[in-house]
C-alpha cells in the first residue's frame, strides 16, 4: 500500500491528463458511443489494447529499461500520428510534474506517456506492477470522465463500470509487470482508436486534445 | 499438417529470377502472371487443402535479393478453422493440439522490393489461430504488406484468430501489431476495436522515396485512415468494415 501510488494515479494529479479524452470524443462523434453500454463496451476494447501496452511499457520504464528503445517501440506500436502526438504531449506534462516532485533518471523532456509514468513512477518509488496499474486505470478513467461530460452520463453509473472493471485492471497490471523483454512487449492494436484520433485531429473544434 | 514454403527472388542482369521455389502441401507456390514491365515476378500460393486446420503448422519463408522485385499473392481467402475432434484415448491436449499457426518470415535486401498481397484470413467459428509475420527489411528495401480478416463466415461469430506482425528497416522495428478477434479476445467487437465491424484490414507500404517526404496523414472514410510512421519512410492504411468488400476497396485507394 503506498499513498504515492494513489498520488500519482489521481486524476487531479498536475499532468494535464484532464485534456485527453482517451479517444471517447472520437468515438462519441461517430455514434459508436451512446450510453452506458456502449461505453462499457469502448473501456473494455481500450483497457485490453492501449491500456495493455501502456502498462507493460510504464513497467518495463520503471525497471529501468533503457527508455530511447522504449519510446522508440511505442512509436512503432502507435500508427497514428495524432497518437503519438497526444502521448508525447501527455508525457512531457507528467515528465515536467514528476521532476518538480522527484529526482528522475533521465533528463529527456519527452517520451511517450507510458515510458515517462514509468520513469516517474520509479523515481516516486513505486515498484513496475504500480506503474502498470497507474497506466492500466489511466486507460480506463480517463475516457469514463469525459463520458460524463460529453454524454452527459450519471457520474455514479460511470464509475460503477470502472469499479467493475478493477479486477480486470489488476489482472492487465499483473500481466504486463511479467513481460521481461523489449520483444515481448504487447502491441494490441485497437483500429477505431487509431482511425478515430485521425478524424479528430482533422477538426476544427473539439473539447478535448485527443 | 506441418509444412514450409520457400521463395527466393533474385535480380540477375537486371531482371528478377525466382532461384527457390519450394512447395510442400497444402502450400503450393506456382509461378504466375506476365513478366511486368518493371521487372516484378509474381507467384501464387495455390490452398492444397482447406485450412489452415486446428493442430497445422505452416511457414512461409521469402526472401528478395538485392534488385529484385517479387509480389505473393494467394488464389483464394485462408479459411480457419477448429481441428478434427479430439480422440478421448488421445489424453487431455494441448494448446499445440489445437492450434493452427501462420509462420511468415520476409527478408528484402537492399533494392529489393517485396508486395505481399494475399487473400484475406477468415476466422471461422471454433478456430484457433495465430499468424505471426516477421519482415526484415535492409534499408533502402520497399515493401507492400497486406493483412486483411474476416470475424467469421456469413452469418456466423468468429473464432478465435490473432495477428501479430513486426516489421523493421534496418534491424530497428518499424511497426508493431497484434490483432485479436473472437471469444478470448476482450473487447475486440466493442467501439474501441472492430466496433461491430466484420472485417479489417491494413495496408503497410514502405518506400525509400518517401525519405525526405513520407505521405500525409489522411481520414479515408468513417472507417478509415492512412497514417505516417514514425521510424522511417513508411505509412500504415488501416480499415474497418461491415465487410471485406468495404475494407478492400479503402485500402485500395488509400495511396493512390
Known amino acids: ?210 | 499438417m506441418k509444412a514450409t514454403a520457400r521463395i527466393t527472388a533474385v535480380a540477375e542482369a537486371g531482371r528478377t529470377r525466382l532461384v527457390t521455389l519450394r512447395s510442400e502441401p497444402p502450400l503450393l507456390v506456382r509461378r504466375t502472371g506476365p513478366r511486368h514491365a518493371a521487372g516484378e515476378v509474381e507467384v501464387h500460393l495455390v490452398g492444397g487443402a482447406a485450412g489452415p486446420l486446428g493442430g497445422d503448422r505452416l511457414r512461409i519463408e521469402v526472401t528478395v535479393g538485392p534488385g529484385a522485385r517479387l509480389c505473393v499473392r494467394t488464389v483464394a481467402a485462408s479459411l480457419a478453422l477448429p481441428g478434427p475432434r479430439w480422440p478421448e484415448r488421445a489424453g487431455p491436449r494441448s494448446p499445440a493440439d489445437t492450434q493452427s499457426t501462420l509462420d511468415i518470415h520476409a527478408t528484402v535486401a537492399a533494392g529489393g522490393s517485396l508486395r505481399w498481397l494475399p487473400e484475406p484470413l477468415i476466422a471461422a467459428r471454433g478456430c484457433d489461430h495465430v499468424s505471426r509475420s516477421l519482415v526484415d527489411l535492409e534499408s533502402d528495401a520497399s515493401l507492400t504488406w497486406r493483412e486483411e480478416v474476416v470475424c467469421g463466415r456469413h452469418g456466423e461469430d468468429p473464432g478465435d484468430a490473432s495477428l501479430h506482425s513486426t516489421v523493421r528497416l534496418g534491424g530497428r522495428t518499424l511497426a508493431r501489431q497484434d490483432l485479436a478477434v473472437g471469444p478470448r479476445a476482450c473487447g475486440w467487437a466493442g467501439p474501441a476495436v472492430l466496433g461491430g465491424g466484420r472485417a479489417t484490414g491494413t495496408l503497410l507500404v514502405v518506400d525509400p522515396l518517401w525519405t525526405e517526404k513520407p505521405p500525409e496523414a489522411a481520414v479515408l472514410g468513417p472507417g478509415a485512415a492512412r497514417m505516417p510512421l514514425a521510424g522511417g519512410p513508411a505509412a500504415l492504411a488501416a480499415a474497418v468494415g461491415g465487410d471485406l468488400r468495404e475494407v478492400r476497396a479503402a485500402l485500395d485507394r488509400a495511396f493512390t
Open chain 1, 1 to 210: 500500500m503506498s499513498t504515492t501510488l494513489l498520488l500519482l494515479a489521481d486524476g487531479r494529479f498536475p499532468a494535464g491528463g484532464h485534456a485527453h479524452s482517451g479517444g471517447l470524443e472520437a468515438a462519441v462523434t461517430a455514434g459508436r458511443v451512446r450510453d452506458l453500454e456502449t461505453l462499457a463496451a469502448f473501456l473494455d476494447g481500450r483497457l485490453a489494447t492501449a491500456g495493455l501496452v501502456a502498462a507493460a511499457f510504464a513497467a518495463a520504464a520503471c525497471r529501468g529499461g533503457d527508455t530511447s528503445t522504449l519510446d522508440s517501440e511505442m512509436d512503432a506500436r502507435t500508427p497514428s500520428p495524432a497518437l503519438r502526438k497526444a502521448s508525447r504531449a501527455q508525457g512531457r506534462a507528467l515528465l515536467r510534474a514528476g521532476r518538480t516532485l522527484w529526482t528522475l533518471s533521465t533528463v529527456e523532456r519527452e517520451l511517450h506517456h507510458p515510458v515517462a509514468l514509468g520513469v516517474v513512477a520509479a523515481a516516486a518509488g513505486l515498484a513496475p506492477e504500480e506503474a502498470a496499474l497507474t497506466a492500466a486505470y489511466g486507460t480506463v478513467t480517463g475516457p469514463a470522465s469525459a463520458a460524463v461530460r460529453l454524454l452527459g452520463l450519471d457520474p455514479y453509473a460511470t464509475h460503477a463500470l470502472v469499479a467493475r472493471l478493477a479486477r480486470d485492471c489488476d489482472a492487465v497490471a499483473r500481466r504486463a509487470a511479467r513481460v521481461a523483454t523489449v520483444d515481448e512487449l504487447p502491441a494490441c492494436s485497437a483500429p477505431l482508436l487509431d482511425i478515430g484520433a485521425e478524424a479528430h485531429a482533422s477538426w476544427e473544434v473539439r473539447l478535448f486534445a485527443s
